[in-house]
C-alpha cells in the first residue's frame, strides 16, 4: 500500500490561489519506471474528474476548464506532485485527489480513473465568491 500524504487545500476567495502537494516519500521505485501521475477532482454530487497529469518525461496535460489557470509539477527526488492553483473560480470547489500508475500516459486513457492504482486521501479546496 502506497503512503500518500496531500497538503494545500483550504478556503480561497475568488481569484486567489492555493498549492496542493502529493508526497509519496515511504514508496520506492527505480527512477528509470514509467509513470503517470495525475490530479482528480470530485464536486458533491458529481463524479471524480481528471483535472491534470505529468508523465515520465515531465509532458503535461489538463482539462479544458483548468488551461492557463493551474500548472502540474513533480519532483522525482521527493517523490512529491504539486498543483499551482491560480486565478481560482468557485466552480473549482471540490475534494482534490492525487493518483498515478506505473505506465507511460496515454492521451486515450489520461481521465480513466480505473487506469490509476494509486490514489490520495483527498484534500478539500473552497473556492468562495
Known amino acids: 500500500q502506497v503512503q500518500q500524504a496531500e497538503s494545500g487545500g483550504g478556503s480561497v476567495e475568488a481569484g486567489g490561489s492555493l498549492r496542493l502537494s502529493c508526497a509519496a516519500s515511504?514508496?520506492?521505485?527505480?527512477?528509470?519506471?514509467?509513470?503517470?501521475m495525475g490530479w482528480f477532482r470530485q464536486a458533491p454530487g458529481k463524479e471524480r474528474e481528471g483535472v491534470a497529469v505529468?508523465?515520465?518525461?515531465?509532458?503535461?496535460r489538463y482539462t479544458d476548464s483548468v488551461k492557463g489557470r493551474f500548472t502540474i509539477s513533480k519532483d522525482n527526488a521527493k517523490k512529491t506532485l504539486y498543483l499551482q492553483m491560480n486565478s481560482l473560480e468557485p466552480e473549482d470547489t471540490a475534494m482534490y485527489f492525487c493518483?498515478?500508475?506505473?505506465?507511460?500516459?496515454?492521451?486515450?486513457?489520461?481521465?480513466?480513473?480505473?487506469?490509476?492504482?494509486?490514489w490520495g486521501q483527498g484534500t478539500q479546496v473552497t473556492v468562495f465568491s
Open positions: 515511504r514508496y520506492t521505485y527505480p527512477i528509470y519506471t514509467s509513470i503517470c
Open positions: 505529468i508523465g515520465t518525461d515531465g509532458t503535461t
Open positions: 493518483a498515478w500508475h506505473f505506465q507511460p500516459c496515454a492521451d486515450s486513457t489520461l481521465w480513466d480513473r480505473s487506469r490509476y492504482n494509486y
